[in-house]
């Protein structure tokens, strides 16, 4: 079975500094999707980022970065110069396609707390 | 411009009385997907809609249906709401099933 691994329950760091979200999952399957979503208090989950399990490139866009490395079964989430706004709960994802639609199986969640 | 809208954003209701929360989307996607997400938990696949068919997780109870009568909206109908049932539920939809799913707003529901 697919299993998505968040060990990081909560995480508290002050402003500007950098933080780290571990993500590290299980499949037998040979193609999956790994993605990250943020829900901010009001609730929504927001899209950040997928990544096809043929693709171990690392991916940078703005403050955020991903680390994927298959060999450790993980995809790790990086914030550069956090800040407040990215206060938040990050889930990480695993798909697999069932019955012609994807399926999302979901992490437990890190919440993210930037202090000023 | 919101692509995948739900309403209402807050609903409360009674014990045992029906309600029905609503999603739609300007997407044109083929697949939609309703989510059910207590505290502090990661959201729970209910059932999906790949175009006309349904698909539903076999754990979901059959106190919760489903009803997407156009491409456009998904209705997600609860017959007899408990208190269990308080939660925030959460619609998506994705082009198709290699699609990434994106999520609406949610509606949160409270039973009384």
């Known amino acids: 079975a697919q299993k998505v691994t968040q060990a990081q329950t909560e995480i508290s760091v002050v402003e500007k500094e950098d933080v780290t979200l571990d993500c590290v999952y299980e499949?037998?399957?040979?193609?999956?999707?790994l993605f990250w979503y943020k829900q901010p208090p009001s609730g929504e989950l927001v899209f950040l980022i997928r990544?096809?399990?043929?693709?171990?490139q690392n991916e940078i866009s703005g403050r955020y970065s991903w680390n994927f490395q298959k060999s450790t079964s993980s995809f790790n989430f990086t914030i550069t110069a956090s800040q407040v706004v990215d206060s938040a709960v990050y889930f990480c994802?695993?798909?697999?396609?069932?019955?012609?639609?994807?399926?999302?199986?979901f992490g437990q969640g890190t919440r993210l707390t930037i202090n000023p | 411009d919101a692509m995948v809208i739900q309403n209402p954003r807050y609903q409360v209701t009674q014990f045992g009385k029906p309600v029905t929360l609503s999603c739609s989307q300007t997407?044109?996607?083929?697949?939609m997907y309703w989510y059910q997400q207590k505290s502090s938990q990661a959201p729970k696949l209910l059932f999906h809609?790949?175009?006309?068919?349904?698909?539903n997780e076999a754990d979901t109870p059959d106190n919760f249906q489903s009803r997407r009568p156009n491409t456009s909206f998904c209705f997600l109908d609860i017959r007899s709401p408990g208190l269990g049932d308080a939660a925030m539920y959460l619609c998506?939809?994705?082009?198709?099933?290699?699609?990434?799913?994106?999520f609406g707003p949610g509606t949160r529901l409270t039973v009384l």
């Open positions: 994802a695993l798909s697999e396609v069932n019955q012609g639609a994807q399926k999302l199986v």
């Open positions: 809609y790949y175009d006309k068919d349904f698909n």
């Open positions: 997407l044109n996607h083929n697949v």
């Open positions: 998506a939809t994705s082009r198709d099933q290699q699609g990434t799913q994106y």
């Open positions: 499949t037998r399957d040979t193609t999956y999707y």
């Open positions: 990544r096809n399990s043929f693709d171990e």
